[in-house]
């Protein structure tokens, strides 16, 4: 297995311009995770789905965020328009289904985002 | 929802000594406990974790306890090694988020030779 794939790796861009960010989720995962990293606030979690349907956005931080899981296999995170203050590793992050064993969130290599 | 509190942020320890990590959390319902390891530019990934049903679990150097009364958790790395230096965050899935985890916002260790 692949494991989680996300795209871009690294992205540049300027102010005002939109970002459209990439995940693919480990195949027969329900669950998928949309977190920020950053020195001050730490890994927060933006968004999240489970078969799909987004379950919690309150840490989307504004209208500015949008996320989407259009099927199983793929979910974007885009922000329009962007701003410095974005800037920030973003992670995407997949777990199988149940609440049993195992529940480990398994997390993708992160797109570097940089936001001039 | 689940608050989860981590300390210290930052520790050093000299190559060979134990290292612990403390965490603490709010929601009586939370039911299971990761601790993920985060290398420098990498990814965070799960290196252990617990059910609220057990107090203790043991993976070679590392170990995890957890208390349900008090609502703490810990992490013990013992005869640590350089390579051991990275960032870890403890995490807690509440009794009834449907598969979310809040994390505690991690503890630098770093690990002198």
């Known amino acids: 297995d692949a494991g989680v794939i996300q795209s871009p790796r690294h992205e540049v861009t300027e102010m005002g311009q939109e970002v459209t960010l990439r995940c693919k989720p480990i195949s027969g995962h329900d669950y998928l995770f949309w977190y920020r990293q950053t020195m001050m606030r730490g890994l927060e979690l933006l968004i999240y789905f489970n078969n799909n349907v987004p379950i919690d956005d309150s840490g989307m931080p504004e209208d500015r965020f949008s996320a989407k899981m259009p099927n199983a296999s793929f979910s974007t995170l885009k922000i329009q328009p962007s701003e410095p203050r974005d800037s920030a590793v973003y992670f995407c992050a997949s777990r199988p289904p149940g609440q049993g064993a195992p529940n480990e969130q398994f997390f993708g290599p992160g797109t570097r985002l940089t936001v001039l | 929802g689940e608050n989860v509190e981590q300390h210290p942020s930052t520790l050093s320890v000299q190559e060979g000594d134990s290292a612990v990590i403390k965490c603490t959390y709010s929601d009586s319902a939370s039911n299971y406990f990761p601790w993920y390891k985060q290398e420098l530019g990498k990814r965070p990934q799960l290196i252990i974790d617990i059910r609220s049903n057990v107090g203790e679990k043991k993976d070679q150097r590392i170990a995890v306890t957890l208390n349900k009364t008090a609502k703490h958790f810990s992490l013990h790395i013992t005869e640590t090694q350089p390579e051991d230096s990275a960032v870890y965050f403890c995490?807690?899935?509440?009794?009834?988020?449907?598969?979310?985890?809040?994390f505690g916002r991690g503890t630098q260790l770093t690990v002198w030779p």
């Open positions: 995490a807690a899935r509440g009794g009834s988020t449907l598969g979310r985890l809040y």
